[in-house]
């Protein structure tokens, strides 16, 4: 999946796969690390890079509904 920078004080990269809705997350913090979240839909995919807060809507959508959608980690 390609993943590409997006402006956000939290996340360094972004990247999305439509057929298998997973997201995948790098942190400014630790880049060295791929968060994979599971069943994130194309339209909260959108209304995440398009968000005026970037990392606010990553908090509230995705991370916080970890039982929605189940991550994975790995080393990028």
């Known amino acids: 999946?390609?993943?590409f920078a997006v402006e956000s004080t939290n996340l360094?990269?972004?990247g999305y796969d439509t057929l298998t809705t997973k997201l995948e997350v790098v942190f400014r913090a630790?880049?060295?690390w791929?968060?994979?979240y599971k069943y994130v839909g194309m339209a909260k995919f959108v209304k995440l890079i398009t968000?005026?807060?970037i990392g606010q809507y990553f908090d509230k959508h995705i991370r916080a509904k970890?039982?929605?959608h189940p991550y994975?980690?790995?080393k990028g």
């Open 34 to 36: 791929v968060y994979t």
């Open 12 to 14: 360094a990269e972004v």
């Open 30 to 32: 630790d880049p060295r």
């Open 72 to 74: 994975t980690k790995r």
């Open 1 to 3: 999946m390609r993943r």
């Open 66 to 68: 970890s039982k929605l």
């Open 51 to 53: 968000a005026i807060s």
